[in-house]
Structures are given as structure tokens and as C-alpha cells.
């Protein structure tokens, strides 16, 4: 088991280049088809702009969302650091420690979220970087062995660099939306005057060129949308089994879920931004209880049934290899 | 010229077995420290462990009148696992110290205004919070172990393992049926129905 888990750890690693070259390639098209709309009118090729503000911009969002991206998000979902003479914080403090260990990793800072509904997520860059914040909602609903199973789910994200790879995603798909927002607003605004420039003698290349770009402009959102949710789904077993790996007790991760479940009611204090990290959907949504492909597509976790079944059947495996 | 190209082929295969030698073995001794540095954690809860108990013994002392005699024997167990001597030695009055405290907190339950006292519920939350990291320091360092064991007998790194003596560690293991049966202790927080 432990060496199956560090291969898994090292192919998260792999996989991180994988999609940041992606993203980056994403990044760099969208960049070259503004560069080629603005040479393609014949006015001199000096340094390809666009291409290097693109991937500069790509390159800063991800830097920062490294270096400050677990406090702007702890932030956003109004976190606090635990008070120690409640009770229950000072339980779930000490789960995260047991957890920690467990792991052989430090100790990652600790946060409660002020809000009802039971939720919680992990972020930061890395085991060496790394926050876990709980909802009071969590705290209050749950036993001390289900709040467990959950901070062994999150403190999973962290030690398989899931919370890294997340961060950056989500950062990468911001500039890209942005970028494509930038394009659009530009294609609205220029249209009309670049349509001259190209039948004045910019050639038939000049207008493939343009037309790939704006599908790029148009579909690139949407396709860095699929990927980050692709991703984060992926993880979300993952995640369930290392977590019952470090605390030896599927059920309690499955009890704790369908609790989580139970509680249909959306998590407010959360933004949408950061519902990949959280261990359910905090929108509350339907969506993430159908099946089917648009449904799979559009999801930040697998269906909840789903993930409760697989806890069940590792716990069966366990009691039946004794 | 045929004289000067088996030479290169020899030097760059040794080079390259060399760099080899020199990673392999880097491995071991970077698994070696990670073993020994899991070892000390288990040290270090059970430290934590000796020093809560007699804290929490005599939180609860004056409401558990009638059960002086297991607190004695808590006690007695406490003190006998900080005197141990060797590793075999300490497992087994650790292993003693889990099965008389499991039973304190077994009674514990049938006393409601313990669990009311402010004091008390903290301190058995500390204690059964030290229980379980001791229990999660011991799997931790009973899968390092298992890599560094498993590093030394795969070939062909075994060949490094045995010229630089490297020893398998042993793993830690439950003794008995009655210390297997030690419940886990969940005393302090309940869900709000």
C-alpha cells in the first residue's frame, strides 16, 4: 500500500506538468491569435505583445496563487483560526494533529469557517504550505471518528499535492478567462476595421488565422473549465482512499459523508471559486447528485452515492482480509 | 583506437554504476532517518502521555470514590511504563498502561458529572487524543519500516543493502488479544441531536 500511494504521489507530480504545459500552450494560442490579428493587417512584426503579455500574465497568476493564494482563499470563505477553549475546536485541532501524524507530515495550520452548513476544504502549496478549515456547521453534526475520516480526506489533499495542482489550475483557468474576456470585448470593438485590413490584401492564412483564434477566444473558457473540474474530480477518490488509508476506518469517512449529503442546504460563506477544494459541492446544487455526461462534465465532485459506496466496499475488504 | 574505445565504454560504465551506487544508496540512508525520526515521534506521544495521566487521575479522583482501585492501578501502570527499560520492556507496560486506561474510561461513562466538568472533559480529550497519536505514530513508523525493510531485499539494491550493512528494522506489533481489544476512546464530543 505505501508504495502504491507514493507512485500515485509521484504521477500527481507528472500529471501537474501535464496540465500547467497544457494550460500554457492554451494560453500562448490565445496570445499569438491577438498577435496575429494585429500583424496580420501588414503593420511591421515587432515583438509578438500579446503572446508575451499572455503567458507573463499566466505566469504571475500562478506564482501568486502560490505564494498568497491559501490566505486570499482562506479569506474569501471568511476562516478564522480556531479558538482553543471550545471544546469542539480544540478536538478538531487535535484530529488534525493525529492526522498529521498519521501522514508523517506538519502539522497544517487550522481554520474554522462560522457557518452552518458542514463543510470543509484544504488548500496551500504543498505539505510544507498548508491550511485546513472546517465549517462550525461540520463541528457540531459530527462525532469525533467522522471528523476524523474528514481531516484524513483533506490532510490527503495535501499530501498527494492535490491542494498545489488546484491551485494552480484554478489560477490558470482565471487568466484564461480573462484573456478570452480581453478577446472578445476586443473582436465587439475592432470587428469591423480589421475586416478591411484583411481584404485589402492580408491573404487567406490572415483569415484562418483569425477564424482558429476566435474559436480559441470563445472555446477556451469552457475547455479550462472541464479540465479543472476533470481534475478535481479525480482527486476526490483518491483523497477517500489515502484518507481511510491514514486512519484504518472507511466507515467513519462514509458516515461523516452522509451526514454531509444529508444537509442539503448551500454552504453561503463559500464562494463558488473555491468549490473544487471543499469535500462536497458547497453550491448545494443538483447537479452534483445526476449522472449522465453533461452532468459529469460540469461537476467539481463525483456523485456522493458514489464515493459512499467505495468507502463501504474498502471497509468490507478490510474486515473480510482479516 | 579499438583499445581506446572499450576504455571509454569501461570508464563511462563505471561512472554510471558509481552515480548509481551512490543514489541507491542515498535512498537507503534517507529511509534509515525517516525510521529513526518515526521511532522518536512514538517517543515523543508517549512522553506526552506519562505526563497527562496523573493530571487527569486526580481530576477525577474526588468523583470517582468507589473506583480508587483502578485509579491505583492506572497510576501504577504509569509509573512502571516510565521506569521501563529497552524496547520489548516499554511495549509491554505501554501495552498495560492502554488496557488500564481503556478501563478508566470505560467506568468513566457511568459517571455524567465528569463529563459535565469543564476540566475533566478537556483532559480526557488531551488523553484520548494522545492515544490515538500514539496508535497513528506506530502505523506511521510500521509502513516506513516496511519501505526500509523492502529497500534493503529488492534486487539489485540488496547488493548495496549488504555491503554497506544495512540492518532490517523491526515492526511494531500488538502482543496479545486483550491489548488488540483496547476500545478507541470517543468520550467528549457527541453530535448535537
Same mark, same amino acid.
Given at each position: 500500500m505505501p508504495l502504491n500511494l507514493y507512485d500515485q504521489q509521484k504521477r500527481n507530480i507528472a500529471n501537474t506538468r501535464v496540465f500547467i504545459a497544457g494550460f500554457v500552450m492554451l494560453l500562448a494560442v490565445l496570445g499569438l491569435g491577438a498577435d496575429g490579428v494585429l500583424y496580420a493587417g501588414g503593420a511591421s512584426p515587432g515583438l509578438p505583445i500579446a503572446t508575451l503579455g499572455a503567458l507573463c500574465l499566466g505566469g504571475f497568476s500562478a506564482w501568486w496563487s502560490l505564494h498568497g493564494g491559501d490566505q486570499a482563499v482562506l479569506e474569501s470563505a471568511h476562516a478564522r483560526p480556531l479558538d482553543p477553549s471550545d471544546p469542539r475546536e480544540r478536538a478538531l485541532d487535535n484530529v488534525v494533529e493525529e492526522m498529521a501524524i498519521a501522514g508523517g507530515l506538519p502539522k497544517p495550520a487550522v481554520f474554522v469557517i462560522p457557518d452552518s452548513d458542514p463543510n470543509a476544504f484544504a488548500t496551500g502549496s504543498g505539505p510544507e504550505r498548508s491550511s485546513i478549515a472546517v465549517t462550525r456547521g461540520l463541528l457540531e453534526r459530527l462525532s469525533r471518528e467522522e471528523l476524523q475520516g474528514v481531516v484524513s480526506h483533506e490532510m490527503s489533499h495535501v499530501r498527494n499535492y492535490d491542494v498545489r495542482l488546484m491551485t494552480v489550475v484554478a489560477a490558470l483557468a482565471g487568466a484564461i478567462l480573462l484573456l478570452s474576456d480581453w478577446g472578445r470585448r476586443g473582436l465587439a470593438f475592432g470587428g469591423g476595421g480589421r475586416r478591411r485590413d484583411s481584404d485589402r490584401g492580408g491573404g487567406g492564412v490572415a483569415v484562418l488565422f483569425a477564424a482558429v483564434w476566435i474559436v480559441a477566444v470563445v472555446l477556451s473558457p469552457i475547455i479550462a473549465q472541464i479540465v479543472s473540474l476533470a481534475v478535481s474530480r479525480q482527486r476526490e477518490y483518491l483523497a477517500d482512499a489515502t484518507g481511510a488509508e491514514l486512519t484504518r476506518n472507511p466507515l467513519a469517512l462514509a458516515s461523516a459523508l452522509e451526514k454531509i449529503a444529508a444537509a442539503v442546504e448551500p454552504t453561503p460563506s463559500i464562494k463558488q471559486g473555491i468549490a473544487h477544494l471543499c469535500i462536497e459541492d458547497p453550491r448545494g446544487r443538483v447537479i452534483e447528485q445526476k449522472r449522465g455526461l453533461i452532468a459529469d462534465l460540469f461537476a467539481t465532485h463525483p456523485p456522493i452515492e458514489d464515493r459512499i459506496a467505495k468507502l463501504r466496499e474498502m471497509a468490507y475488504q478490510v474486515t473480510a482480509g482479516r | 583506437m579499438a583499445i581506446g574505445g572499450c576504455l571509454l565504454v569501461l570508464v563511462v560504465g563505471a561512472i554510471c554504476a558509481a552515480m548509481w551506487g551512490i543514489w541507491r544508496y542515498n535512498n537507503l540512508i534517507s529511509l534509515r532517518n525517516q525510521v529513526a525520526n518515526g521511532w522518536?515521534?512514538? =517517543?515523543?506521544?508517549?512522553?506526552?502521555?506519562?505526563?497527562?495521566?496523573?493530571?487527569?487521575?486526580?481530576?477525577?479522583?474526588?468523583? *470517582?470514590?468507589?473506583?480508587? =482501585?483502578?485509579?491505583?492501578?492506572?497510576?501504577? @501502570?504509569?509509573?512502571?511504563?516510565?521506569?521501563? %527499560?529497552?524496547?520489548?520492556?516499554?511495549? =509491554?507496560?505501554?501495552?498495560?498502561?492502554?488496557?488500564?486506561?481503556? %478501563?478508566?474510561?470505560?467506568?468513566?461513562?457511568?459517571?455524567?458529572?465528569?463529563?459535565?466538568?469543564?476540566?475533566?472533559?478537556?483532559? *480526557?480529550?488531551?488523553?484520548?487524543?494522545?492515544?490515538?497519536?500514539?496508535?497513528?505514530?506506530?502505523?506511521?513508523?510500521?509502513?516506513? @519500516? &516496511?519501505?526500509?525493510?523492502?529497500?534493503?531485499?529488492?534486487?539489485?539494491?540488496?547488493?548495496?543493502?549488504? &555491503?554497506?550493512?544495512?540492518?532490517?528494522?523491526?515492526?511494531?506489533?500488538?502482543? =496479545?488479544?486483550?491489548? %488488540?481489544?483496547?476500545?478507541?476512546?470517543?468520550?467528549?464530543? %457527541?453530535? &448535537?441531536?
Open positions: - | 522518536r515521534q512514538i =517517543d515523543v506521544q508517549l512522553k506526552r502521555r506519562h505526563d497527562l495521566i496523573p493530571n487527569l487521575v486526580s481530576a477525577v479522583r474526588g468523583e *470517582m470514590q468507589f473506583e480508587q =482501585d483502578t485509579l491505583e492501578k492506572v497510576i501504577q @501502570a504509569r509509573n512502571s511504563a516510565v521506569a521501563a %527499560r529497552g524496547v520489548a520492556d516499554a511495549a =509491554d507496560k505501554e501495552g498495560a498502561l492502554s488496557q488500564t486506561l481503556g %478501563r478508566l474510561f470505560a467506568l468513566a461513562e457511568n459517571y455524567p458529572n465528569l463529563k459535565a466538568n469543564e476540566n475533566v472533559r478537556s483532559l *480526557m480529550e488531551e488523553v484520548s487524543s494522545t492515544e490515538n497519536r500514539i496508535g497513528f505514530a506506530r502505523q506511521f513508523y510500521n509502513d516506513i @519500516a &516496511t519501505r526500509y525493510n523492502t529497500a534493503q531485499q529488492v534486487f539489485p539494491d540488496s547488493f548495496i543493502a549488504q &555491503t554497506f550493512k544495512f540492518q532490517p528494522v523491526e515492526l511494531f506489533e500488538l502482543k =496479545d488479544d486483550a491489548e %488488540r481489544a483496547v476500545p478507541k476512546v470517543d468520550l467528549n464530543i %457527541r453530535p &448535537t441531536p
